[in-house]
């Protein structure tokens, strides 16, 4: 049997089959499709026999080309770390504004991910090689001496734990935030405030213990580092960090609060007081940070500080865009920061009488 032959699928046509179709030359098709300086001297009749050509065709502009000799892609690159199995709210939040403000400007956004801000160097030379116009980096820990990034590039920043050289960076009243709901339990009759953080290394996580140390001075309430435990920014970290504290604790009291450096680690930290029993916020009472859409779905709804993360994705591409058209000009050197807001929901409660122990 005469084997079948495969049909090849159909190329799209090119400027050159205009031009033979329209019976003119290729540079006199590109000038009429392309807008050319030279299509003011190509007669009415040319030019319309060019464009039924075209759309004969289906001929389509290629827009990288055409970008390319604009030197615009009007493509922005973001860059953050995925790793681990948890869904990230966090990056889902400033993606959402990323996204609103790119379109608004008729930009289009890639997104580059790392396992590892270890492979940035390397990476970023890499990301950069023409496909971007700019670039927004999330949550970055590296220095200005551990990194040098792409000179040909303009880069903003959002919660960089450093500042970079020629880079704008975005960030929130991370300290003002705890000040303000610990504040706020301190009212309540909170006494024993224990606070689940991020990695110490993190610059966000020490303005939030500054903010949480300030409020009890304020208060009268000693400090009591034994109740500062450190973990990372995820349900899991949440999880085990409190299973540790319970298998150690012996006869210590129960918290009235824990209070949490990110929402997904309260949803670890209520996971595991429902597993020994306890009742949130009858029991123990639970706050976060970041106001994510995590925050808003859990039984009962978290009381957490609000990070305007999407404003401030929104704002990054403002910055970025502002600093692409005018790539001679120095940004500014001081960060963009945006306020902070307490967010009540009912997992904060006044302070149980008696408190529950478990055995």
């Not at 179709?21 to 499709?33: D, L, P, Q």
């Not at 300086?37 to 389509?60: H, K, V």
């Not at 492979?119 to 090689?129: A, G, I, P």
């Not at 450096?261 to 639970?286: F, K, W, Y």
Request: aromatic share 6%.
């Amino acid at each position: 049997m005469a084997r079948l032959k495969k049909p090849h699928p159909r190329r799209a046509a090119t400027l050159a089959d205009v031009g033979r179709e329209a019976g003119v030359s290729t540079m006199a098709a590109s000038a009429v499709i392309n807008g050319g300086q030279t299509s003011s001297r190509i007669a009415e009749p040319t030019r319309r026999r060019i464009i039924a050509a075209a759309e004969r065709l289906g001929y389509r502009r290629n827009a990288a080309a055409h970008a390319l000799a604009n030197r615009r892609m009007n493509t922005i690159g973001v860059v953050s770390i995925f790793s681990g199995g948890g869904f990230n709210h966090y990056f889902l939040e400033i993606f959402n504004g990323i996204l609103v403000g790119a379109a608004q400007h008729e930009q289009n956004t890639t997104v580059f991910s790392l396992n590892d801000w270890n492979e940035v160097q390397s990476r970023l030379t890499q990301f950069c090689d023409g496909r971007i116009d700019g670039m927004i980096l999330i949550g970055t820990p590296f220095r200005p001496s551990d990194v040098a990034l792409p000179g040909h590039t303009p880069f903003v920043s959002i919660h960089a734990n450093h500042p970079l050289p020629g880079v704008r960076n975005i960030e929130s009243d991370e300290e003002r935030g705890a000040y303000e709901l610990i504040k706020h339990s301190l009212n309540l009759g909170h006494r024993r405030i224990m606070h689940v953080t991020g990695p110490h290394s993190d610059v966000g996580v020490r303005r939030r213990i500054r903010g949480y140390k300030r409020a009890l001075a304020d208060a009268g309430v000693a400090f009591d580092p034994a109740l500062v435990l450190p973990g990372q920014y995820n349900a899991e970290s949440g999880r085990e960090v409190l299973r540790a504290w319970f298998a150690t604790r012996k006869k210590h009291a129960l918290p009235h609060l824990i209070f949490c450096g990110s929402d997904a680690i309260a949803l670890g930290c209520m996971e595991v007081l429902t597993e020994r029993g306890l009742r949130v916020p009858e029991d123990v009472s639970v706050a976060g940070f970041d106001d994510t859409l995590a925050a808003r779905m859990t039984v009962p709804p978290l009381t957490t500080v609000r990070q305007p993360l999407r404003e401030m994705g929104r704002m990054a591409v403002e910055e970025l865009l502002a600093r692409i058209e005018n790539w001679e000009t120095k940004p500014a050197a001081k960060p963009v920061i945006f306020p902070t807001q307490v967010v009540l929901r009912s997992s904060l409660a006044t302070v149980p009488a008696p408190t529950k122990q478990t055995p």
